[in-house]
């Protein structure tokens, strides 16, 4: 076996390798500033409902719902630039891409994340994040529910999932065990809401900041998955 074939690094996009709170935080303002505080709190409304049935955030589909509340009024068809258009780059958390410089020198670099099939995508691509892993980018709508498509395009015989939330990680360590170390950055507002951890268990590692993982040993990364949590 190769490197890439003994060891893959999974990493989620949002909150854990980009920080989209401060994405979400420049939308609001810009809806507030086009359209006024009434009708940026109607398209929120609109997005948890979307989000709610879908189990993902749907930026686009939001907007496109909210397109029918005010059809008539040209600012909107600018609404998809500012999304689409948005400097995702400088939203990279500190040392993103020197963590997977790091971690391609010892393993092969994913992107695991879930989402839409337009926006998300863009999102990754204009981060930077998807030439940084070379175009291994896997964008799914639940994908925790996909180990097994996971585990047929990219083999390996150890995993290791980096994610903001721990219900993602409870969810892929009870399908592959010891298999998998799960490393769980405490970042952004998911990560830091007690009512989003408490009911699930400890990730492998925590760390504070993913830029933590540039002065991890890479065995600890494996030994962890069998020997309990660390910090």
């Given at each position: 076996?190769?490197?890439?074939?003994?060891?893959?690094?999974?990493?989620?996009?949002?909150?854990?390798?980009?920080?989209?709170?401060?994405?979400?935080?420049?939308?609001?303002?810009?809806?507030?500033?086009?359209?006024?505080?009434?009708?940026?709190?109607?398209?929120?409304?609109?997005?948890?409902?979307?989000?709610?049935?879908?189990?993902?955030?749907?930026?686009?589909?939001?907007?496109?719902?909210?397109?029918?509340?005010?059809?008539?009024?040209?600012?909107?068809?600018?609404?998809?630039?500012?999304?689409?258009?948005?400097?995702?780059?400088?939203?990279?958390?500190?040392?993103?891409?020197?963590?997977?410089?790091?971690?391609?020198?010892?393993?092969?670099?994913?992107?695991?994340?879930?989402?839409?099939?337009?926006?998300?995508?863009?999102?990754?691509?204009?981060?930077?994040?998807?030439?940084?892993?070379?175009?291994?980018?896997?964008?799914?709508?639940?994908?925790?529910?996909?180990?097994?498509?996971?585990?047929?395009?990219?083999?390996?015989?150890?995993?290791?999932?980096?994610?903001?939330?721990?219900?993602?990680?409870?969810?892929?360590?009870?399908?592959?065990?010891?298999?998998?170390?799960?490393?769980?950055?405490?970042?952004?507002?998911?990560?830091?809401?007690?009512?989003?951890?408490?009911?699930?268990?400890?990730a492998d590692i925590t760390i504070e900041h993913i830029g933590d993982l540039v002065n991890t040993d890479i065995s600890l990364l494996t030994r962890s998955a069998s020997a309990g949590a660390h910090s």
């Amino acid at each position: 076996m190769s490197a890439s074939d003994e060891l893959v690094f999974l990493l989620d996009v949002d909150n854990t390798l980009l920080d989209n709170d401060r994405v979400t935080a420049d939308l609001r303002q810009h809806l507030i500033e086009e359209f006024g505080e009434q009708c940026a709190k109607r398209y929120w409304v609109l997005f948890e409902a979307l989000r709610a049935e879908l189990g993902y955030a749907d930026y686009l589909g939001a907007l496109q719902r909210y397109r029918e509340d005010v059809m008539n009024d040209p600012r909107l068809l600018q609404m998809s630039s500012f999304l689409l258009e948005y400097p995702f780059a400088d939203r990279l958390y500190p040392s993103v891409l020197e963590v997977l410089a790091y971690l391609e020198q010892h393993g092969r670099t994913v992107i695991l994340s879930d989402g839409d099939v337009v926006f998300q995508p863009r999102k990754i691509q204009r981060s930077g994040l998807w030439n940084a892993v070379d175009g291994r980018v896997l964008v799914y709508i639940h994908k925790e529910k996909t180990m097994d498509k996971i585990i047929a395009r990219y083999p390996a015989k150890h995993y290791v999932m980096v994610d903001d939330k721990l219900r993602i990680l409870a969810a892929m360590k009870s399908v592959l065990g010891d298999r998998l170390t799960t490393v769980f950055p405490r970042q952004g507002h998911y990560a830091l809401n007690p009512d989003n951890t408490q009911s699930y268990p400890a990730a492998d590692i925590t760390i504070e900041h993913i830029g933590d993982l540039v002065n991890t040993d890479i065995s600890l990364l494996t030994r962890s998955a069998s020997a309990g949590a660390h910090s």
